[in-house]
């Protein structure tokens, strides 16, 4: 285990964690994940690139979903501009679309990793805002739980913990370290964010509400949403039972379906049956 000198002044020893070495699966897993968010970080490049030409030719006024498909990529670029213009947003049209043929191909890789863990995944998919680039990243980094002696252990592996600074007999408590996994922290926080905007009521969206009528910082109820999230997570994959914040499960159901995971095995759950 290798422990960095940061991570030991600003974390408790009782939130240490065992960092375990990847399985070949995992390791896998993760790459999918890094390559997929590199590829997205690409493709919106190329797509402010693709805008760029339209505004240098006095087309400012198309939005992003008039340049969400390929089809109408190709409409828009034959339509509103001319001569070298066409040549260059071609090229640049290209390769966003290979971009989004690639990111199509980490996304189903992400679902076969998922249907093979269902114990795993369902779990975790139970929770409102997660879907599978969220359940991927959680699958490939958390795996089970099993690792971490206790919910706060995985809140630190995260990186959702605020700093601990000591000196001598004082101890101070800082703003959230932002240190650990990632990956993970990423896609958590967004599932986090989305709380807020959720149809139905459920536990998580009336925590929400009642930080946010304390007047709490939109940022500081997303980051106490997402611990929320990580410690009933690991609760209920020890306990191998799924979130049931909404009352029945056709939410999730609904999830499986439109998330291409409708196949997946859920025998470990009668409740889905």
Not at 91 to 104: G, S, Y
Not at 197 to 209: H, I, N, R, V
Not at 237 to 247: D, Q, S
Request: one cysteine or more; glycine letters at 6%.
């Amino acid at each position: 285990m290798m422990i960095t000198s940061s991570y030991v002044r600003d974390t408790k020893e009782s939130s240490w964690c065992t960092v375990k070495v990847p399985t070949e699966e995992e390791s896998e897993l993760r790459a999918i994940i890094n390559s997929y968010n590199l590829a997205k970080k690409d493709r919106t490049m190329n797509m402010n690139k693709l805008h760029a030409t339209f505004n240098q030719k006095g087309i400012p006024f198309l939005k992003k979903s008039d340049l969400q498909t390929n089809d109408s990529r190709i409409e828009n670029i034959a339509k509103h501009l001319k001569g070298l213009a066409i040549k260059d947003a071609c090229l640049v049209e290209a390769r966003i679309t290979l971009i989004e043929r690639q990111i199509d191909d980490y996304l189903s890789l992400m679902r076969e990793a998922l249907m093979k863990h269902p114990e795993i995944s369902l779990v975790w998919l139970s929770f409102p805002g997660i879907r599978t680039i969220v359940a991927a990243s959680l699958l490939a980094y958390i795996g089970d739980g099993s690792r971490f002696y206790s919910a706060s252990q995985l809140r630190n592996y995260v990186g959702l913990v605020p700093m601990i600074q000591q000196s001598g007999d004082a101890c101070f408590q800082g703003n959230v370290s932002w240190r650990g996994c990632k990956p993970v922290r990423k896609n958590i926080m967004q599932s986090a964010w989305s709380i807020e905007s959720l149809k139905a009521g459920c536990p998580l969206m009336d925590e929400w509400d009642s930080l946010a009528a304390r007047h709490k910082r939109k940022s500081t109820i997303a980051v106490h949403i997402a611990n929320k999230i990580l410690t009933l997570g690991w609760i209920l994959l020890r306990k191998k039972e799924l979130y049931n914040g909404f009352g029945n499960y056709s939410r999730l159901k609904a999830k499986l379906r439109q998330e291409g995971l409708g196949a997946i095995d859920c025998s470990m759950f009668p409740e889905l049956n």
